[in-house]
């Protein structure tokens, strides 16, 4: 059974950058045939997907266009885990931030989520 | 990317049959069969209901159905139990290899 852990900050400064790790068992993130997600939540924005990466021979990452210029999402083989940073934050991107594995399209694990909140 | 487009609530008695329509664009449901359903209970994370427009994953009853025509995709619920009283998200894969969520429906069991 494939099992995702958060963790990170749930409070960072407007500007600063916002950072959480998904540490994943049951599965690799240099798996071939799944992909890694990042999704956050606010009652003002609903479900917004942020991005993705994957290993196909080598990595790829797709980002939404709304955050393209301020995400990275950073795999780490090391530790079988994958990491999402955003820079520039603002009081907009206060969210509940989930990590979940994407397969045939869809993503059919997802972590506990991460109340982050963007406030001086 | 706009969000795909979804009632914002919707409600039957138990034993009745609710469905729930997503509708987007010939960028993302119109082009893909890659429309999958999600219920989230209050303060839970999303659950995987159904994948690949109508497949569901093991464990999900197969009273959670889903299909699609053209630019929308439908869920339906048969045989309302108090338990499927949640909200529902649609999202679907796009031409621009991103994702694209709905804005949820409330499903409420009278």
């Known amino acids: 059974q494939v099992q995702l852990q958060q963790s990170g900050p749930g409070l960072v400064k407007p500007s600063q950058t916002l950072s959480l790790t998904c540490a994943i068992s049951?599965?690799?993130?240099?798996?071939?045939?799944?992909?890694w997600h990042w999704i956050r939540q606010s009652p003002s924005r609903g479900l917004e997907w942020l991005g993705r990466t994957k290993y196909r021979s080598k990595w790829y990452n797709d980002y939404a266009v709304s955050v393209k210029s301020r995400i990275t999402i950073n795999p780490d083989t090391s530790k079988n885990q994958f990491s999402l940073q955003l820079n520039s934050v603002t009081p907009e991107d206060t969210a509940v931030y989930y990590c979940?594995?994407?397969?045939?399209?869809?993503?059919?694990?997802w972590g506990q989520g991460t109340l982050v909140t963007v406030s001086s | 990317q706009s969000a795909l487009t979804q009632p914002p609530s919707v409600s039957g008695s138990p034993g009745q049959s609710v469905t729930i329509s997503c509708t987007g664009t010939s960028s993302d449901v119109g082009s893909y069969n890659r429309v999958s359903w999600y219920q989230q209970p209050p303060g839970t994370a999303p659950k995987l209901m159904i994948y690949e427009v109508s497949n569901r994953p093991s464990g999900v009853p197969d009273r959670f159905s889903g299909s699609k025509s053209g630019n929308t995709a439908s869920l339906t619920i048969s045989g309302l139990q108090a338990e499927d009283e949640a909200d529902y998200y649609c999202s679907s894969y796009t031409n621009s290899n991103t994702w694209v969520f709905g804005g949820g429906t409330k499903l409420t069991v009278l």
């Open positions: 049951g599965d690799s993130v240099s798996s071939n045939s799944v992909g």
């Open positions: 979940a594995r994407g397969k045939q399209w869809a993503l059919d694990f």
